[in-house]
């Protein structure tokens, strides 16, 4: 988690002092927004200058949330809530008649140019308040991750690839169709690492019974494969969490239904980290001999260059 992030703390404070300079005008002067759209004054402004409280009010809840983002972030949810129906009811009103259009500068000021900003924060608090790892300091050297991890068949991955060469293989999350992608090709593909002498291991955020299920449904019973749920082999091998990009970019859409729908792998429920990235590593006494991080989430077969380099 990049606990340094200092750009949603910088947006949450431009946004109270907006909000707590607005509510103050409009408690302050609550005529003048009506004067200079040109509609008659309310005949109770104390329920305009309520508004203004409310407005400024919300200004004194970001800039708490400036602090933390990831531990506030309802405050920013309900924020964004109110700058999503805020426009939906003045075009409400203003296509009835009941505001004038020249209204809407208020809107954009108030709700429309937060949107984005307040998206965005509120995706990365999503993003690190679900990463597996959050806070955690002791992180797994490599030389210990291979030691540690116990895969399906009894063995360390430090042991099986003492034996020979070993091909680690780190899905994403169970549902994701690139993963079920990377498992049949590596099923169809049993007679080339066969016949290389090479173990595949496959690593995968279910648990132990969820990957004997999956592994046996692709044909590959008899490869061990290992459960991660936290994370821990995969950042081990230094495999980030994807960016937004690399996890919705165009590239992503494209072979996402290509591959689910053309080539009939369908889609599956969530089950792990969503935003982790995968990729493939072929080790041997515990030391990495070449490594192939996929460079997005649609990059679902990795591990192939790194038996085409085998064989050359």
């Known amino acids: 988690m990049n606990t340094e992030l200092k750009w949603p703390g910088f947006v949450l404070r431009c946004a109270a002092v907006y909000n707590l300079l607005w509510g103050a005008w409009v408690i302050l002067f609550p005529n003048h927004l009506f004067d200079w759209t040109g509609i008659d004054r309310p005949n109770y402004p104390g329920i305009w200058q309520c508004v203004g409280m409310i407005v400024g009010v919300y200004g004194i809840g970001y800039w708490i ?80 991750a291979n030691r540690r991890s116990i895969a399906s068949n009894g063995q360390s991955l430090l042991e099986m690839s003492r034996e020979r060469k070993v091909l680690v293989v780190f899905l994403r999350h169970a549902g994701c169709t690139f993963c079920r992608e990377t498992l049949d090709e590596l099923s169809k593909r049993r007679s080339e690492w066969t016949s290389k002498g090479i173990q595949p291991v496959v690593v995968h955020m279910g648990t132990a019974d969820e990957g004997v299920a999956m592994m046996k449904r692709f044909g590959l019973a008899d490869v061990p494969n290992l459960s991660d749920p936290d994370c821990r082999l995969f950042r081990a091998y230094h495999l980030p969490r994807g960016t937004w990009r690399q996890l919705f970019g165009w590239r992503v859409w494209k072979e996402g239904f290509r591959t689910a729908l053309i080539k009939g792998y369908g889609f599956g429920s969530l089950a792990g980290d969503g935003f982790q990235l995968s990729g493939a590593f072929l080790i041997r006494d515990g030391q990495i001999l070449s490594a192939a991080p996929s460079k997005d989430a649609a990059d679902s077969c990795p591990w192939k260059p790194l038996l085409a380099q085998e064989s050359a």
Request: a negative charge; aromatic letters at 18%.
């Open 65 to 144: 949330a400036a602090s933390d983002f990831r531990r506030h972030w309802p405050i920013v949810l309900v924020g964004f809530l109110g700058k999503i129906f805020g426009p939906i009811g003045f075009v409400q009103s203003a296509v009835t008649g009941a505001l004038p259009w020249s209204w809407g500068w208020t809107i954009v000021t108030n709700d429309l140019i937060w949107w984005l900003p307040f998206a965005a924060i509120l995706y990365q608090a999503f993003k690190d308040n679900t990463d597996p790892l959050r806070g955690e300091k002791d992180m797994w050297s490599l030389e210990e």
